[in-house]
């Protein structure tokens, strides 16, 4: 097959985006298909005839995750056409030409549904769920509305108007962004001091954050690939909490999959995952993440509809956990979506 890994772009997940890229880039092509690894946002200049059929290694191209987020400013300067549409040169018609593109993307327009919906409009095969469920999982006070309308168990969370609302939670409290990923514009506040640097910090990156109640407990994930749940794990960062830092860099957190955990608490996870999976309206695949408190309580705190690939990914592990290896689960949602593409047709 003639595929595009579509990654970059410009997200604060920018840089998990492109190892992610990378890592479905090298499977991909280990397997005999003819494989591209594209940013979205800065394209391809070069001669776009015969482009599958090219020795180029994409793969050379992508660094390592780094320790801070991306500066965006820096990507948008190195656009030669000033970036006036967010496309960069010769995406779409690669795109147009591959047999399906495989969604690196993480946050902002990957997840969304804005790319998804204009590939919609082009006729272009994607993996992944579609525009709508993209939309309405990437907004968290939207999911969260739609969990507690279909019974799925989440934090109560308070939609702040302003960085001067003059809302008073009680502490600790998490502040978060409602369209962010990866962690970044998440914080934990234990008095006013640190929730108003939080609040103030947070609309730094968008104009709508949300005060959630802070449940402590243990962290769990949970993928859903076609309906099906896979085993959970459980995230124990060594520091802090599963901030930007301890999910990407090696050796920051311990995850233990299968996680362990008596079989009906393991059941009760995957439940709700499948629960909140289909409360979102998500097809072919996503990641549930949950916490649970003392008494045994499980409260799902997203979805998210393109988790990450990369070598610490969660993904990942929870495959292997049922005999799939990288390379595997690669095809494997390639396969679903295009029977999706199928059906649909």
């Not at 300067?77 to 030409?97: E, L, T, Y």
């Not at 969990?147 to 009680?170: E, Q």
Request: net charge negative; hydrophobic share 40%; charged share 25%.
């Amino acid at each position: 097959m003639k595929i595009v890994v579509l990654a970059g772009g410009l997200s604060t997940e920018r840089d998990v985006s492109l190892v992610s890229g990378r890592g479905i880039y090298n499977a991909l092509k280990e397997r005999g298909h003819k494989v591209i690894l594209l940013d979205v946002f800065l394209g391809y200049e070069g001669n776009t005839e015969d482009i599958f059929d090219t020795d180029t290694d994409w793969a050379s191209m992508v660094a390592p995750v780094s320790k801070k987020t991306p500066d965006l400013d820096e990507i948008r300067a190195m656009r030669k056409d000033g970036a006036k549409v967010f496309f960069g040169p010769n995406v779409i018609s690669i795109c147009q030409a591959a047999d399906i593109v495989f969604m690196a993307l993480h946050g902002d327009c990957g997840e969304n549904g804005k790319i998804q919906a204009t590939f919609d409009l082009m006729g272009i095969k994607y993996t992944g769920t579609g525009s709508f469920s993209s939309a309405l999982a990437m907004d968290k006070a939207i999911s969260k509305t739609l969990f507690k309308m279909y019974g799925v168990a989440t934090p109560d969370c308070y939609m702040l108007k302003s960085a001067d609302d003059g809302y008073k939670p009680d502490y600790p409290c998490v502040v978060k962004i409602c369209n962010g990923g990866s962690s970044v514009g998440v914080y934990v506040a234990n008095n006013d001091s640190e929730y108003r640097s939080a609040v103030y910090d947070a609309f730094r990156y968008e104009s709508r954050v949300i005060v959630e109640e802070y449940i402590k407990g243990r962290e769990f994930t949970c993928c859903v690939i076609e309906g099906m749940p896979l085993p959970i794990v459980e995230i124990e960062p060594k520091s802090g909490f599963y901030d930007y830092k301890n999910k990407y860099q090696a050796g920051s957190t311990i995850e233990t999959c299968p996680a362990e955990v008596d079989n009906d608490t393991a059941t009760k996870i995957q439940a709700e995952a499948v629960k909140a999976y289909n409360a979102l309206q998500i097809s072919t695949y996503a990641r549930m993440d949950f916490i649970m408190n003392e008494k045994g309580e499980v409260f799902c705190l997203e979805a998210n509809t393109l988790p990450g690939m990369t070598p610490t990914s969660l993904i990942p592990q929870e495959a292997a956990a049922i005999g799939k290896s990288y390379g595997d689960l690669c095809e494997w949602i390639i396969e679903i979506s295009m029977k999706k593409w199928a059906e649909n047709a």
